[in-house]
């Protein structure tokens, strides 16, 4: 089966959203990317594409402009997001001291090789995550490091960011509950912005609530306590099974060198009984 590469789309103005068609000769006539598909979603298009290089040419400042022209703006997917995201960690303070933006553009400037698109700290200052531009500047980051005021952020203080798939169903918005199969409420017409019962198009209230954690902002905000909640679960689960599974290997692998040295001591074993034999 193909696998198509996919980005949003997400919609500028919700109340006159550009229909397919527009998007379809837009992108094929001004940008020379025939897209594979569009598929509506909550806030915008889902746009597929046959090959990852189309999905950065989508990405670009000119095709951002031209998608600006009719009402949308390229945004990746999370999954996406993580591969070609790096946290650094242990960071000198001479580094973690300067603001997001000044370290931006003095990474920009150092990593010739490198081109951030996005910088951000944590709580701590010694901790920041880089996004950077393609997955392959993340495997040039891992292997050779970062050089920063010529301060060297060094592979061992890098790890790629890992990615915790959420199931949500775009009708209730519910998460970690069912799937589209056994939803509960079919007909169900609710707003991911405000809550009320209409959709997130016809939507014109200012105060914003989640349907999860029921607090002001957008359903879909990653800030959401409930979405943080748990991807912080199901992190954890991971990180037992990683061990676990790395526990059986390690047993497996001492099982294993346990028999080849069984195996390359039963010669000398063989010819200890014969020589007492022979005695």
């Not at 950077?132 to 993340?138: C, L, Q, S």
């Amino acid at each position: 089966m193909t696998q198509f590469r996919k980005l949003l789309l997400r919609f500028l103005n919700l109340r006159e959203p550009p229909d397919k068609p527009k998007v379809f000769q837009t992108i094929q006539k001004h940008l020379k990317l025939p897209l594979t598909g569009l598929r509506e979603v909550g806030s915008g298009y889902n746009a597929f594409t046959e090959f990852e290089s189309d999905v950065e040419k989508i990405l670009t400042q000119k095709a951002m402009n031209t998608l600006t022209s009719i009402g949308l703006e390229g945004r990746l997917p999370p999954k996406i997001r993580a591969q070609r995201s790096v946290v650094c960690r242990q960071i000198d303070s001479w580094i973690g001291g300067k603001s997001a933006d000044e370290l931006n553009r003095k990474l920009r400037i150092a990593t010739h090789t490198l081109k951030c698109g996005k910088l951000s700290f944590g709580q701590y200052i010694h901790v920041f995550k880089i996004e950077f531009t393609t997955i392959n500047m993340v495997s040039h980051a891992l292997q050779h490091g970062i050089l920063c005021e010529h301060v060297k952020i060094a592979p061992s203080q890098i790890q790629q960011e890992k990615f915790i798939d959420i199931l949500i169903y775009f009708n209730c918005y519910k998460l970690e509950q069912h799937t589209t199969k056994d939803r509960p409420t079919p007909n169900l017409t609710i707003c991911p912005d405000c809550t009320g019962n209409h959709t997130y198009k016809n939507c014109t209230s200012a105060i914003k609530k989640c349907l999860n954690c029921k607090r002001d902002h957008r359903t879909m905000a990653m800030s959401c306590q409930t979405r943080k909640t748990i991807i912080k679960n199901k992190t954890k689960l991971l990180e037992e099974k990683e061990k676990e599974k790395q526990e059986q290997t390690y047993a497996k692998a001492l099982e294993k060198t346990t028999r080849q040295e069984e195996k390359q001591a039963e010669p000398a074993k063989i010819q200890q009984k014969l020589c007492q034999r022979a005695a």
